[in-house]
C-alpha cells in the first residue's frame, strides 16, 4: 500500500479508481464495511482502491481546540488500511485552494477530472466541499451528472446502536476495552518508539518501556491495564501491564505517559518501535504512600494480569489481536 498526498491528476496507470472517501477514526466496524465494498469494486474491475482523506483533520487547521484527538493517528491507521486491501492512501491537504472548494467544484475538479473515480463509497453522515456543505446526497446527484457511482453506506449497528468514532472514543473514555473492541472489530492498539524514562524502572525492580505516541493520539482512561505487546524482535509478542498516567507516587504535575512492563521479559527496547493492544482495564492509576507499595501493587498486578489472560485466551486469540 502507498501514500501519496494529492497534488493533481492521478497517474493514469492506475486504471478504474475506486474511492472510499472518509476520515476513518479507528477504522471501526462500519468503516470497515465501506472499505471492503470499495475494495471489492477495484478487484472486479481489476482497477485501484483508494482511501482519500482530509489529513490533517480539517478541524485543526480550523479550530484546532476543537478537533478530536484520534483514536488511529496515520500510522495505525494505514496499517489497518493496507489489511483490508487498500491500494492508496490518498491524503487530501487542507489547504485554502482546496478548502474554498464548493461541493460541485470538489466533485468536478478532484473526484472526477483528477481521480477519474469510477465509484465513491461514503458513510451517511459525510460531509464535505466549501463549509462542509455537501451532503452524501448532494454528492450522489453531482457524480451522477458526471458518470460517478456514488454509493452512501448505512451505520452498522450493535444491538441497535449505531457504530462510531464517538462511541468508541467514549468506551476508551471509561477503560471498557471490551466495547472499545466490539465496536473496532479489534482490541484498541497504542503504537510508537521506545523512548528513554526516568530511569527509575530499574530502581525499582520493573522495568519499563516508555512509548512515545503522536501528540494527537486519543488515550484511553488512566490506569493499569493488560496488554499483548509486539515489536520487530517480539513478532509473536508477550503478554504485558501497561500504565497509561502521570505517576503521582512520585510527584504532581508529571507528563502523562504510556509505559510497558513486559512479562518474563528482558532486552533493550530503545528505538524498536512497540505495539500494544490494549486487553483490558485492571485498575486506576492510584497514589502510593512510598515506592514500595506501589511495587507490591505492580505484583498483584501481574499476578492479575496473568490469571486474567489465561481465562481469556481463547476469546482473545485469533479474533481480537489484528497484526498492522
Ligand atoms: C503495572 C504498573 C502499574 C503502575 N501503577 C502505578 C500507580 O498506580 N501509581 C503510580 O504512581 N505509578 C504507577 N506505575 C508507574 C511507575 O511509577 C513507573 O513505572 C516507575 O516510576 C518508572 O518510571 P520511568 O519509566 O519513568 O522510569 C505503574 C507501573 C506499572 C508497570
Ligand atoms: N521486561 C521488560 N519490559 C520493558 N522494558 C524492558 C524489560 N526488560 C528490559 N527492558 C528495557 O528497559 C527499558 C526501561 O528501563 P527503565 O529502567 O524502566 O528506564 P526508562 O523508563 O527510563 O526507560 C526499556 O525501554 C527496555 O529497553
Do not use: C
Amino acid at each position: 500500500m502507498k501514500t501519496i498526498v494529492y497534488n493533481g491528476p492521478l497517474d493514469s496507470r492506475y486504471g478504474a479508481v475506486h474511492v472510499a472517501l472518509g476520515n476513518f477514526d479507528g477504522v471501526h466496524l462500519g468503516h470497515q464495511k465501506l472499505i471492503t465494498e470499495m475494495v471489492k469494486k477495484a478487484r472486479a474491475s481489476q482497477g485501484t482502491a483508494v482511501v482519500a482523506t482530509f489529513h490533517p483533520h480539517p478541524l485543526r487547521l480550523i479550530r484546532p481546540e476543537a478537533a478530536p484527538k484520534l483514536i488511529t493517528p496515520m500510522e495505525v491507521k494505514a496499517g489497518l488500511l493496507g489489511r483490508l486491501g487498500v491500494d492508496i492512501v490518498l491524503t487530501l491537504p487542507f489547504n485554502p485552494d482546496l478548502a474554498k472548494l464548493s461541493p460541485e467544484e470538489f466533485v468536478q475538479q478532484v473526484l472526477h477530472q483528477d481521480l477519474r473515480a469510477e465509484s465513491v463509497l461514503v458513510g451517511f453522515n459525510y460531509s464535505f466541499g466549501r463549509g462542509g456543505k455537501g451532503t452524501p446526497e448532494l454528492l450522489w446527484e453531482l457524480g451522477h451528472r458526471l458518470g460517478v457511482r456514488v454509493r452512501v453506506i448505512d451505520a452498522v449497528t450493535i444491538a441497535g446502536e449505531p457504530v462510531s468514532s464517538t462511541a468508541v472514543r467514549a468506551a476508551l473514555e471509561k477503560g471498557d476495552m471490551e466495547r472499545a473492541a466490539d465496536l473496532l472489530g479489534y482490541t484498541p492498539i497504542l503504537r510508537g518508539p521506545v523512548v528513554p524514562g526516568d530511569q527509575r524502572g530499574r530502581n525499582i525492580g520493573f522495568r519499563t518501556a516508555n512509548i512515545e505516541l503522536p501528540p494527537e493520539q486519543y488515550l484511553p482512561a488512566r490506569g493499569v491495564y493488560a496488554a499483548w505487546a509486539r515489536s520487530a524482535s517480539l513478532p509473536e509478542g508477550v503478554l504485558a501491564v501497561v500504565n497509561i498516567g502521570v505517576k503521582p507516587t512520585f510527584g504532581m504535575g508529571l507528563a502523562e505517559t504510556v509505559e510497558a512492563h513486559l512479562i518474563d521479559f528482558e532486552g533493550d527496547l530503545y528505538g524498536q518501535t512497540l505495539t500494544l493492544h490494549l486487553l483490558q482495564r485492571m485498575r486506576p492509576e492510584m497514589r502510593f504512600q512510598n515506592p514500595e507499595q506501589l511495587v507490591e501493587q505492580i505484583h498483584t498486578d501481574l499476578q492479575d494480569t496473568r490469571h486474567f489472560f489465561h481465562a481469556q485466551r481463547e476469546h482473545i486469540f485469533p479474533n481480537r489481536i489484528i497484526e498492522i
